[in-house]
């Protein structure tokens, strides 16, 4: 039984760890190829632009983590016709959004740009990044949402050969558009926008062979579903919401502190983060298709031994990613440097070494938040999220900057998570107890 389980455990987390650091590299890929052709002048503007990818971003994790949680726990009900429901209005909400986020970056790209701190410098180019990465909206929400239904409906393969697909052609067209056809910041942003087009074509065989157990069904908007969904997925909403505000709070004090340079060097620190954020993600979206399911059976058992799994896998990912970027943070910020900038390298290595301690800690918060919202208990799981993503953060970097510069900066976040674990240690104890002492009642 034990060994089904970790066996279960580990194909579900493995293919979507590599699923979710495909997805990432979407921007790291942007950054790579954006500082060998454009310099610190692009690493600059391509950092005060991803925040509103974390926006794009929120909305589709909200939606798909709320809507297959939520049609993960219906499924093993056996309840079909609403399982279909929450996949449709998911679809509807999803395609709307998408919608307007692209009219926001037809109309207002030039305004965004200002508000999120560009100068006259790098305006030209934040303006051009923004305008069509938003342009493109519709399709990141909407194979965000697929790739988590099809997750759920027992197929991790395919959303990992998706993801995959569309990784892979955004670094051949990134490098195409940006070297051979010298399309600059425009070449960057298109060939990331076209990478989720290619990963819903692969998704598409799913449907067009009908091995999908979930279908889209015209039926009257409900805001109930909508409601239960948007809670589900709140915490995983706040998570990305939080990403960008605290991005725009890092690039505000940043600027402040080393202009241009100390942007351009925290732009590779904030894109190695996506990537190693994105595992931790992966391995929390991972295990919820059987959290969800093991909670919709009253399974405790699957679930104790799941969650065990996750927390000591998140340690153990921690440790291996810190002494890869500690030992390799030299060569690391000389590949994203083009111009050898000696700022540039100074702040981005000391900002490698300290910044991503914070891991330790933030595995543990990411992985106890998804579990308990795909345990439904979405309260406590938006209050780990906002906690983690902006309450503890955000007055912490302010205050740390202040006494020690960039160290503070970078000290901020291995700190605000190590408090919010503290709380999440507590909050699962109060619950454990609770649980423990109802099941005691029922059994007296």
Partial sequence: ????????FSRYVSLNILGMVSIS????????????ALGHQGLAALDLSTPMYSFIYAVALMLAIGGSTRYSILKAK?????????YSICINVGLITGILFAMIGIFFSNSLGILLG?????????????????????????????????RNDNNPNLPMIAILSGSFFNIVLDYIFIF??????????????LAPIISLVVLASYFIRAKNHFKYIPFKFNWSYLKDISTLGLSAFVNEISAAIVIITFNLVILNLEGNYGLASYAIIANI???????????????????????????????????????????????LIYFALNFNAESIIRAFNEEE??????????????????????????????????????????????????????PMVLVLSCLWKMTGVWLSFVLAELFVTVIAIFIM??????????????NS
Avoid at 121 to 150: G, K, Q
Avoid at 294 to 303: A, E, P
Avoid at 380 to 386: E, G, K, M
Avoid at 429 to 442: D, P
């Fill in 1 to 8: 039984m034990e060994k089904s389980i970790f066996k279960n």
């Fill in 25 to 36: 590299c979407y921007i790291l890929t942007d950054t790579y190829f954006i500082s060998k």
């Fill in 78 to 86: 056996k309840d079909t016709i609403r399982a279909n429901r929450v």
């Fill in 118 to 150: 560009a100068d006259i410098e790098i305006l030209p180019m934040t303006e051009i990044y923004l305008r069509t990465i938003l342009c493109f909206s519709p399709f990141f929400i909407l194979n965000d949402i697929i790739l988590s239904f099809v």
């Fill in 180 to 193: 051979y056809f010298d399309m600059g910041m425009f070449g960057a942003a298109f060939a990331t926008g």
């Fill in 273 to 319: 983060d996506l990537v190693v954020f994105a595992v931790f993600n992966g391995l929390a979206e991972g295990i919820q298709p059987i959290i969800s399911k093991s909670h919709g059976l009253n399974d405790d058992f699957v679930l104790k031994k799941t969650l065990k799994y996750a927390l000591l896998t998140s340690l153990g990912l921690a440790l």
């Fill in 341 to 394: 900038n000696i700022k540039i390298a100074i702040i981005g290595k000391a900002g490698l070494k300290i910044y991503f301690i914070g891991y330790f800690f933030a595995g543990i918060n990411i992985t106890l938040t998804m579990f308990l919202t795909a345990t439904e208990k979405a309260r406590l799981a938006f209050l780990l999220s906002v906690l983690r993503g902006c309450i503890v953060i955000v």
């Fill in 429 to 442: 104890g109060v619950k454990s107890r609770q649980i423990i002492k109802l099941k005691f009642e029922n």
